[in-house]
């Protein structure tokens, strides 16, 4: 059984920073990806940031230059470094591990961000 969760969401300033990780337990296959989505009120979910296991990553435009992904996979862990945040960056954030025919989600973490 594959779990994902999520931490380090919260309230923070327009022009500040949050880091979200996210923790994956269970049989983990190589050659998978793992990424961020987020969902705001009224919004369909939309990507964030994706890395592959081969190190390749890519980012929605809208955060491009600003958020950055990354993972250790010896401790099975994903990371969103998001800087210079904007009150439309406001959501829930998803972590997502795409692995064979499955896909798994964690259950959020929310981010607010005030101008």
């Known amino acids: 059984q594959v779990q994902l969760v999520e931490s380090g969401g919260g309230l923070v300033q327009a022009g500040g920073s949050l880091r979200l990780s996210c923790v994956v337990s269970?049989?983990?296959?190589?050659?998978?990806?793992m990424g961020w989505y987020r969902q705001a009120p009224g919004n369909q979910r939309e990507l964030v940031a994706r890395?592959?296991?081969?190190?390749?990553?890519n980012y929605g435009d809208s955060v491009k230059g600003r958020f950055t992904i990354s993972r250790d996979s010896s401790r099975n862990t994903m990371y969103l470094q998001m800087n210079s945040l904007k009150p439309e960056d406001t959501a829930v954030y998803y972590c997502?591990?795409?692995?064979?025919?499955?896909?798994?989600w964690g259950q959020g973490t929310q981010v607010t961000v005030s101008s």
């Open positions: 997502n591990l795409q692995q064979g025919m499955y896909d798994y």
């Open positions: 269970g049989t983990i296959f190589s050659g998978n990806a």
């Open positions: 890395i592959i296991s081969g190190g390749t990553t």
